[in-house]
């Protein structure tokens, strides 16, 4: 998976996704400012990430053994999910790996290292067979066609060996934001991807953010909605 360089600020967020007291408060189109990044907290183990952050991590065993880095991240479409991570040597020079992470293999994801158990977990390339879909450059649209944007950048809850998406950073279209800019998509529990195209709710025009409170705001509602259908 291809994508933008890491902005400098880390997306870490609370990931329990029940509808917050002021959910109500997203509607009405994005939200000024940047991301609350500091003031955000996150349960143990639990880590907001943008996937291009994870590119360039070393990986680190829990004993403090470090061998290799993440050169990409490989995304499923079918699945909607991050499976897992091609590997290289640290370092500039650092070749490719033969070797690669699955998701499943990760304890935790912090601002410096993934860390796995032990290199144990690290697998043959075969383990991400059908895996590999790049979504960065698909359109998002609504299912009413809608085109918001295009896909820069994809945002996981990583925990407990699972990546799940729970949105996408777009550029926007004059159909999402007349001004422009980055904007963060939130993405219910079950979403179509095909071809070279995200469709996403109508619904959703209601929760783009720029800031990564909208956003979780926003899954929140989606996810509970969902649940109620």
Not at 91 to 96: A, I, M, S, V, Y
Not at 127 to 144: A, F, H, K, M
């Amino acid at each position: 998976m291809t994508s933008r360089p890491a902005s400098d600020g880390e997306l870490d967020a609370p990931t329990d996704l029940s509808p917050p007291p002021d959910a109500g408060s997203q509607a009405g189109g994005p939200a000024p400012g940047p991301d609350p990044v500091e003031a955000a907290t996150v349960p143990e183990g639990h880590r907001l990430v943008r996937a291009s952050g994870l590119t360039g991590l070393d990986v680190v065993t829990l004993e403090g053994n470090r061998a290799v880095e993440v050169k990409d991240v490989v995304f499923d479409k079918a699945a909607g999910t991050l499976t897992g991570f091609t590997l290289r040597k640290p370092g500039l020079l650092g070749g490719p790996q033969k070797s690669v992470l699955p998701v499943s293999g990760v304890q935790a994801v912090g601002r410096d290292a993934v860390m796995i158990p032990s290199h144990a977990v690290l697998a043959g390339p075969e383990e991400l067979v059908g895996s590999g879909d790049n979504i960065i450059g698909d359109r998002v649209i609504t299912d009413d066609g809608t085109e918001l944007g295009i896909v820069v950048d994809v945002i996981a809850s990583v925990h407990d060996g699972v990546a799940d998406v729970i949105g996408f950073e777009i550029t926007a279209s004059a159909n999402a934001d007349p001004d422009g800019g980055l904007l963060l998509v939130p993405m219910p529990a079950a979403h179509s991807m095909s071809g070279e195209a995200v469709v996403v709710p109508a619904r959703v025009r209601e929760h783009l953010s720029r800031d990564l409170n909208g956003l979780q705001a926003s899954v929140r509602m989606f996810r509970t909605q969902q649940d109620e259908a």
